[in-house]
C-alpha cells in the first residue's frame, strides 16, 4: 500500500493514500484511537486557541482531539454534535454537510441541552482535518443557531487549499495526491508565489537555496505602521541594510533598522534583525550559526513577539532557523538542507495578518526556482501584498537587485 510519511508534534505515521476519483487520493489520517499523536498534538494546538469558552466537535474523529484539546485549556466540558437524533435529544437543531470523505448528504445535530451550554459563549470549531470546510461550515451554522459566538477554527491538519485559510488554526499541512493512470501517485504542491499573493501579511521573509551551483537569497520587508514602512534596502560592499527612507519622520529605530545579510568567508548570513551581527560575531570566533542563535529570542514587541528568523547559506549547504515565543519560553528550531540545483526554502515571521500576529508555525516551505533573477524578482516583488511590502533583495549568484516601494 502507498503512503504518506507524516510528522506532527514529534510523532510520525504512515498514512495510506486513498483514492477519491480516477485522478485524485488523499492521505488517510484517523486520530480517535491514535492516544500518542493526540496527547502530544493537543498541547501544541491548545496553545494556538484564544478568546474560547467552549469546543465543539462533529461525531466521530474529532472527539479524542476535542476531549484532550479542552482539557489543555481547562474546560469543563466540550460540545459534540451528533449524526443521528438520539433518544435523549429535546429540540435539537440540525444542519446538512457533505465532506471530502463522504459522498453522500448527511445530518449534524445539535441537543437543546448542548445548546444551552454554548449560547451567548464563545465557541471554537474543531476537527482532526479540514479540507473543504464542509464540516466547519455546519458547525458554524449549528453555533449561530445556537446563539453562540465562533472565535476560532481549528485542526490538526489542513489538507490541500485549506492551509491557505487565514481563519484556520493548525498544527500541519497534509498534501492531496494526483493520481496517474498508471496508478502512480504525485503529491499536488501549492504555487509559492500563488499563496503569497492570497496572504496578506506574511511579515518578513528569508528564502535561500541554489540555482546553477550558485546560491540564490531573497529577502523582504513588510509593515503595517507608518514607522516600519518609512524604510528602504541600502547595500554598502557585503551588507545589506534597512534605512529610514525619512529621517524626520523616524519614532523608533529598534527592532526595524539594522544589518539585514552579512558575508563571512565562504558564508552568506540573512536575518529579519540585529542577530544578523551576533551570527557574524560568532563566525569569526570559530563557533556555528546554533550558538549564536542560542543566545538570542524573539523580538520583545509585545503582543506580536515577532520571531527571528536567520539563514546561513554555505558552497555546499544551508542552514535556517526560527525563534519564536510559545507559552513563556522561547522555541528554537534549526533546519539544515544540502544543495539542490533549483530548488530553496522560504521562512517568514508570520504565517498571516492578524491581532497579535501569529507567529510562522510550518517548516520551512519548499520552493522550486527554474527562472533567471529578473523574472524570479519580478515575480516575487508584484506576489508582494501591494499595501503593506516595502522592500525586497534577491541575489543569483553574483546579480542582485533591490526594490523599494518608497523609490518607486
Known amino acids: 500500500m502507498k503512503t504518506y510519511t507524516l510528522k506532527i508534534a514529534g510523532v510520525t505515521r504512515e498514512l495510506p493514500l486513498v483514492d477519491i476519483s480516477d485522478s485524485l487520493a488523499y492521505a488517510s489520517f484517523v486520530c480517535i484511537s491514535d492516544t500518542e499523536l493526540v496527547q502530544a498534538a493537543a498541547p501544541l494546538l491548545a496553545e494556538k486557541i484564544k478568546n ?28 459534540v454534535a451528533r449524526k443521528s437524533v438520539k433518544s435523549y435529544m429535546k429540540d435539537p437543531v440540525s444542519v446538512s454537510v457533505r465532506s471530502i470523505t ?27 482535518v479540514v479540507s473543504t470546510g464542509g464540516s466547519l461550515r455546519a458547525l458554524n451554522e449549528l453555533a449561530e443557531k445556537a446563539g453562540a459566538h465562533v472565535s476560532a477554527n481549528a485542526c490538526l491538519l489542513a489538507e490541500g487549499d485549506a492551509a491557505r485559510r487565514s481563519d484556520l488554526i493548525y498544527l500541519e499541512e ?19 508565489f500563488e499563496d503569497l499573493k492570497n496572504n496578506e501579511y506574511p511579515g518578513r521573509g528569508i528564502l535561500t537555496g541554489f540555482v546553477n551551483d550558485a546560491p540564490v537569497i531573497a529577502y523582504f520587508i513588510m ?49 529579519n534583525g540585529d542577530q544578523t551581527d551576533t551570527v557574524y560575531e560568532y563566525l569569526k570566533q570559530g563557533k556555528t550559526f546554533k550558538d549564536a542563535l542560542d543566545t538570542r529570542e524573539y523580538e520583545p514587541d509585545v503582543p506580536n513577539y515577532t520571531p527571528r528568523i536567520s539563514a546561513l547559506i ?31 526554502h522560504f521562512l517568514s515571521t508570520y504565517d498571516h495578518n492578524g491581532d497579535p500576529l501569529p507567529s510562522f508555525s510550518k517548516d520551512p516551505i519548499e520552493v522550486k526556482i527554474d527562472e ?21 533583495y534577491v541575489r543569483m549568484g553574483e546579480e542582485e537587485i533591490i526594490f523599494n516601494k518608497n523609490e518607486g
Not at 465543539?56 to 476535542?66: D, H, R, V
Not at 497534509?174 to 509559492?192: A, C, S
Not at 554555505?314 to 533546519?335: F, P, Q, V
Open 372 to 392: 533567471d533573477l529578473k523574472v524570479f524578482s519580478t515575480k516575487l516583488w508584484n506576489a508582494l501584498n501591494d499595501d503593506n511590502k516595502i522592500s525586497l
Open 52 to 79: 474560547c469558552d467552549v469546543i465543539i466537535t462533529a461525531e466521530a474523529k474529532g472527539i479524542a482531539l476535542a476531549y484532550e484539546v479542552s482539557k489543555c485549556l481547562g474546560h469543563p466540558y466540550f460540545v
Open 174 to 192: 497534509l498534501p492531496l495526491f494526483h493520481k496517474y493512470e498508471n496508478g502512480d501517485h504525485e503529491m499536488i504542491r501549492h504555487d509559492f
Open 102 to 128: 463522504t459522498f453522500t448528504d448527511q445530518k449534524l445535530y445539535l441537543d437543546g441541552s448542548d445548546i444551552e451550554k454554548i449560547k451567548g459563549r464563545n465557541v471554537c470549531l474543531l476537527d482532526d
Open 223 to 271: 509593515g503595517r505602521s507608518a514607522n516600519s514602512r518609512n524604510r528602504v534596502f541600502r547595500k554598502k560592499d557585503d551588507i545589506l541594510y534597512t534605512k529610514a527612507y525619512d529621517e524626520s519622520k523616524v519614532a523608533d529605530p529598534s527592532l526595524i533598522i539594522y544589518n539585514a545579510i552579512r558575508e563571512y568567508r565562504d558564508g552568506i548570513i540573512v536575518t
Open 314 to 344: 554555505r558552497k555546499d549547504s544551508y542552514e535556517m532557523a526560527i525563534l519564536k515565543r510559545n507559552g513563556e519560553n522561547c522555541e528554537r528550531l534549526y533546519y539544515r538542507f544540502p544543495k539542490e540545483n533549483g530548488k530553496a
